[in-house]
């Protein structure tokens, strides 16, 4: 399969050793504005600063979108126009018409898309989901502290969503995939600046506590936090259902364990689920399974509803409904 890569930040260069462990994949060429950049990731392959450009001469038969959330609505919606498949970098978009836009381009086009929320493919889930069978569920728990990689894009509220946008939405993602819809949410930002310095500084919260109240009667709470560098990160989530008591630590270990109905439940992964989550875009790129992929575009656009209304709540101190009309 030729693919070519549309941004040459730190999350490409992370596919692209991914790309290199699976055979019958060939870089044909990486494109990102900044064209010394380009180079240093494309090695043998062609470098561009025009994506359009590399669509047309390499004619790739898959990109891998990892450009800033506001640019993700005129790269994919063009790639999947042509019949490319298009892995997308999470979140969907910025906005939400950007969201909707790229979740119609996908329907109407026979190539697969597939969103970057790798959360979803933690072999682990498959656990927990049967541990808690048809029990009732009360509440979730989700951590994500740790430091990351910032971005003058990231800084910038209006741009890119900040520590909400790029990193809740994975837990909202995650908290979505085993609670259903959620119905409203209530959100709270510290105003100590973490991770952030004077000499890097934007208008994003480091610190943040979200509430979702799930169609189920189940409550989900998220607590995010951007750290310093040398301090340790924590991501987990803990489930409670009416007989379930079970922790899923997340970033590096992805193990399951707990007890339900009175027995004890533990569970490993063989496989980290972004090779998991890439593999299987590549399966069902090359079987035309659109439906095969972890994160659908219409999944990864209600997440974003949520993350969206999150946001909306921060700034305004109330409970937010969630609207998915």
Known sequence: MRVGMIGAGWIATDHLARLARFDGVELVGVCDVEQQRARALAGAASAYTDWRELIERESPEAVFVCTPPQTHREIAVAALDLGLHVYLE???????????????????????????????AVEALDELREALGAQELGLLI?????????????LDRAQGGGNLLERASHQIDLERAIGGEVEAVQAAASGVRLAQSAGERGDIEDAAALVLHFASGAIGTIQIAWTRDDLPGSYSLDVLGSDSSLHLELDPGFTLSGRSRGQAVEATTSQHPLDRTVERFLDAARTGAP??????????AGTLIVALACEEAIASGDTVPVRRS
């Open 90 to 120: 999470k979140p969907i978009a910025r906005g939400l018409d950007d969201a909707r836009a790229i979740v119609e381009a996908a329907s109407r086009s026979a190539a697969v898309c597939a969103i970057g929320y790798q959360w979803r």
């Open 142 to 154: 989700g951590i994500a502290t740790g430091p990351t990689k910032s971005r003058p894009w990231f």
């Open 291 to 300: 439906a095969a992929v972890f994160c659908a575009p219409a999944d990864a």
